[in-house]
């Protein structure tokens, strides 16, 4: 038998690497003939932490929400037993598991992704080989362009087209890059890949390398990622060895040397002109395009930037076959995308879908609905860049084109949920204040613009909006997306424009009755003691850090509004549900009774 | 000038792109770059002392300022945002009395904000050194402050 731990970030955070450690030590204390190893994202991440026991007759066996305890109980009567413990199990046919195709996702989780063998198990640098071996460039790229793979970094750019670009331009020197400066707050699906099959991508790279004619390339990684650095780092000594990177690849005449280049932390830098700057050792802003990366990148020389995502692709395509590859998804959009469903969703975690679900499908059916079941407003995609898109469109495509209509973008793949307690004016605010501050500030509209869009947007969520900044604040976003250089300045307006667009009846909330129907934006909200429902509990007393609830014990307590500091630990801290939030009128109403609310 | 840090220079000295790593390279060492080693490192890649100092503000990474013994990493990324991020931040508030890239009097705690930490299913976490912890309340943060302050 084998038993897998998922130690990918987020199982690590949940606590795996204890359930590892208990696993280990129960293991070889009692001498079981039980191999253990690591594996990456299982991707279920709202049962972190995993382990999935293997037996030798093909049963696969998957454990959710672990602890040492439970741990314990599975090697005792699963491991020893022979019993899988029922209660733990995760069952396969579980909607989150069973609705999702997984093409780059296929060893995440499966494979332990510090064993070059586990990877070469599982057909890893097949393609590479068939490629190097038995394809000409050309025929490679040929591949790429039937499969109809676009970029999966959020433009969606044809994979093929940009080799062919790339290949097109003569050059002694160029260079292949993998963007994986994943900036979207929201978003870990490169992480999650890195992690969890590293090999994909290094193997995709040389592919692609060897179709545009590049002998040396980078991986820009964000330094946020140190376990993704370090399994990447690893796996290129590993491949190096095995003569599958480095020169004379399996004793051809193609030769590739991959670079780890850890990102210092600036979000304009997944712009590839900004990258590449960043790689050269400079401030990470962006250039004018043409001259394009294809003609005079990195260096001065040819290069060719794709997404981590994209570069997992390759190898599945190659082996697979383009026409097959070709088959999932819609005209347009082909394959699969992988997107991290987080935010106010039940089942969240690394998804990979069928290009062509509806948007219904992956929250309600993968996600399991919303958490507490309360009601859903609005699921953004694309991060700063994208837009949030309500109800009524939730039977949209998820393909590149149909999301585009919409006024959001596919993007790299952040998907997050919010439900009626998220307020869409502070996740514009939000948003904007994240592209107002990373904006790199060479041109004035996504510098000047943004941080005037973002005064506006805090105005109002203070209460102080008047209904002309609506106006205002389209006319700027506007002008910020066509006099800006770069995809940052370009998109930046996205988040402002669609909650403007759906959800411009809470703008107006804001602004003509000081109300934040969502009870989020601080200044527009008073807590309050219901009288009938306190039990003199002191709870609130206790964690009030400004002394503004008080009361005897076993007395009904109450909220000083004149010390209130709106923290909401009373609220979060109550048992009895007798603390409420007010907004609009009835909150002028309680602000007016200063000490006694 | 020490052993460490020479051996740095000289290592990278030669190899191209060479000044973000360097960067990177001295601040773990040092814990925070300071005037004399950018200037340093602004001999050694050819570079001026300005070129350097423009490089190192720009990412935010680098630090001029040596931080706290622990540092607190306040997770600000959507989900984390739409789960109450805000109100961790007001919790360290009232717990250490300082804010997002300030360090408290007696050099204990650093607090850095953070724009994803990739923990979304999680949400709101904060990483405390290396560790993440996640699913917090205001409360939940402040016992995990104590835990490490005593």
Redesign the interface.
């Known amino acids: 038998m084998e038993v897998f731990v998922g130690l990918g970030s987020c199982g690590i955070a949940a606590g795996a690497r204890e359930i590892y450690d208990t696993l280990q030590q129960e293991l070889s204390g009692r001498k079981l003939p039980v191999s253990l190893s690591a594996t990456g994202c299982i991707g279920a991440c709202h049962l972190e932490p995993q382990i999935e026991i293997r037996t030798e007759d093909g049963g696969r066996f998957l454990y959710g929400e672990l602890d040492s305890e439970k741990t314990l109980k599975v090697i005792q009567e699963h491991l020893i037993g022979g019993q899988p413990v029922q209660e733990y199990l995760i069952p396969f046919d579980y909607p989150y598991l069973a609705r999702q195709k997984k093409i780059v996702l296929a060893n995440s989780g499966v494979i332990n992704p510090e064993s070059i063998e586990d990877y070469l198990a599982a057909e890893g640098y097949t393609a590479l080989r068939r490629a190097i071996t038995e394809m000409s460039p050309e025929e490679v790229i040929e591949d790429i362009k039937t499969s109809g793979l676009r970029g999966r970094g959020g433009a969606g750019f044809p994979t093929g087209l940009k080799w062919s670009l790339a290949r097109a331009n003569a050059g002694a020197k160029k260079y292949m890059v993998c963007n994986a400066d994943e900036g979207d707050p929201g978003a870990f699906m490169d992480r999650s890949l890195l992690e969890g099959d590293p090999h994909a991508v290094l193997e995709g790279m040389a592919i692609g390398a060897y179709a545009i004619g590049a002998d040396e390339g980078y991986i820009y990684v964000r330094a946020e990622y140190p376990l993704a650095i370090k399994r990447l780092e690893l796996a290129i000594s590993q491949a190096e060895e095995k003569n599958l990177l480095g020169s004379h690849i399996l004793g051809s005449g193609f030769s590739f040397e991959i670079h780890v280049k850890e990102g210092a932390g600036a979000f304009v830098c997944g712009e590839e002109t900004a990258l590449m700057a960043s790689i050269e050792g400079k401030r990470g802003m962006p250039s004018i395009r043409p001259p394009f990366p294809a003609e005079r990148g990195l260096w001065g020389a040819p290069t060719n930037i794709n997404n981590v995502e994209t570069l997992g692709n390759i190898a599945p395509i190659l082996r697979m076959g383009a026409s097959a590859y070709a088959v999932i998804g819609t005209e347009k959009s082909k394959g699969t995308k992988v997107f991290a469903l987080a935010g106010k969703i039940k089942h969240g975690g690394m998804i990979e879908v069928p290009m062509g679900i509806t948007l219904r499908e992956v929250i309600y059916e993968i996600g399991g609905g919303i958490q507490g079941d309360k009601k859903f407003k609005a699921v953004q995609l694309g991060g700063p860049s994208g837009g949030c898109i309500s109800e009524s469109l939730l039977d949209v495509q998820v393909d590149y084109d149909s999301v585009t209509a919409t006024g959001a973008i596919m993007g790299s793949g952040g998907m997050v949920v919010m439900d009626e307690t998220t307020c869409m004016v502070d996740v514009a605010r939000y948003f904007l204040s994240f592209t107002q501050s990373e904006s790199c500030g060479k041109c004035t509209f996504c510098r000047m613009g943004t941080k005037r869009m973002l005064e506006i947007l805090e105005r109002i969520t203070r209460g102080e909006g008047k209904m002309s900044d609506l106006d205002q604040l389209e006319q700027l976003a506007v002008k910020v997306k066509i006099s800006s250089l770069c995809g940052l300045g370009q998109t930046a307006p996205n988040p402002v424009l669609t909650t403007l667009k759906y959800f411009r009846e809470e703008y107006i909330e804001h602004i003509q009755n000081k109300a934040c129907p969502a009870k989020h934006c601080r200044e527009l909200l008073r807590f309050r003691v219901i009288q009938e429902a306190c039990t003199g509990c002191t709870l609130c007393a206790k964690v009030c850090p400004t002394q503004a609830a008080t009361g005897e014990r076993k007395a009904v307590h109450r909220i000083d509004q004149t010390l209130c500091i709106k923290c909401g630990l009373c609220y979060d801290a109550c048992r009895f549900n007798a603390i409420e939030i007010t907004t609009g009128e009835v909150a002028a109403e309680v602000a007016a009774t200063g000490v006694k609310a | 000038m020490d052993k460490g840090f020479d051996e740095l220079l000289q290592h990278w000295k030669s190899q ?6 360097l ?2 390279k001295t601040q773990e060492l040092r814990g925070y770059l300071d005037r004399e080693d950018m200037e340093a490192i602004a001999d050694v ?1 050819g570079k001026s002392p300005a070129e350097i100092y ?2 190192a503000t ?5 630090r001029f300022q040596p931080s706290g013994k622990h540092t607190l990493k306040v997770c ?9 991020a805000e ?1 961790l931040d ?2 360290l508030k ?2 250490l009395g300082v804010e997002p890239g300030e360090t408290t009097e007696d050099g204990e705690f650093s607090i850095e904000k ?10 709101p ?1 904060v990483m405390l050194d290396r ?4 699913r917090l ?3 939940k943060l402040k016992k995990v402050v104590r835990k490490v302050g005593t």
């Open positions: 191209k792109g060479n000044v973000i790593p960067l990177q890649t423009g490089v720009f990412y935010a990474q680098f600000h990324g959507t989900a984390c945002h739409v789960n109450g109100r007001l919790a009232t717990e953070v724009a994803c930490l990739g923990c979304c299913s999680l949400a976490v560790e993440v912890h996640g309340t205001g409360d």
